[in-house]
C-alpha cells in the first residue's frame, strides 16, 4: 500500500461506485497526491485504469490478494 496519502476501500460496491468514488476523493486532493484503492469487484480492474487514463492520473496496479484490485493512483494536472 502507498505509505503516504488516501486509502479508499471500495471493496463490497459494485462498479460504477468505486469509480464514483474515487473521482470524489481525487478532487479534492492536489496534483500529485496519492490515494490507494481496494477493490473486489473484478470489473475494476478494466474501469478504475480506464477513468484514470481518460481524466489524466496515473495509475499503477499492486501485488494483492486473489480476488482483490489494489491500484496507486498518483492526481495529474487534468481535472477529474
Same mark, same amino acid.
Given at each position: 500500500?502507498? =505509505?503516504? !496519502?488516501l486509502?479508499? #476501500?471500495?471493496?463490497? @460496491? ?15 486532493? +492536489? #496534483? !500529485? ?6 477493490? #473486489? #469487484?473484478?470489473? +475494476?480492474?478494466?474501469?478504475?485504469? @480506464? ?22 493512483v498518483?492526481?495529474?494536472a487534468? =481535472?477529474?
Amino acid at each position: 500500500m502507498a =505509505s503516504n !496519502g488516501l486509502t479508499l #476501500d471500495t471493496s463490497g @460496491y459494485r462498479c460504477p461506485i468505486p469509480v464514483i468514488r474515487l473521482e470524489a476523493a481525487l478532487r479534492g486532493l +492536489a #496534483d !500529485g497526491a496519492q490515494v490507494t484503492v481496494i477493490a #473486489d #469487484d473484478p470489473v +475494476a480492474a478494466v474501469d478504475i485504469p @480506464y477513468f484514470c487514463r481518460e481524466a489524466g492520473h496515473r495509475v499503477t496496479r499492486l501485488e494483492a490478494a486473489k480476488g482483490i484490485c489494489v491500484f496507486l493512483v498518483t492526481r495529474g494536472a487534468k =481535472s477529474a
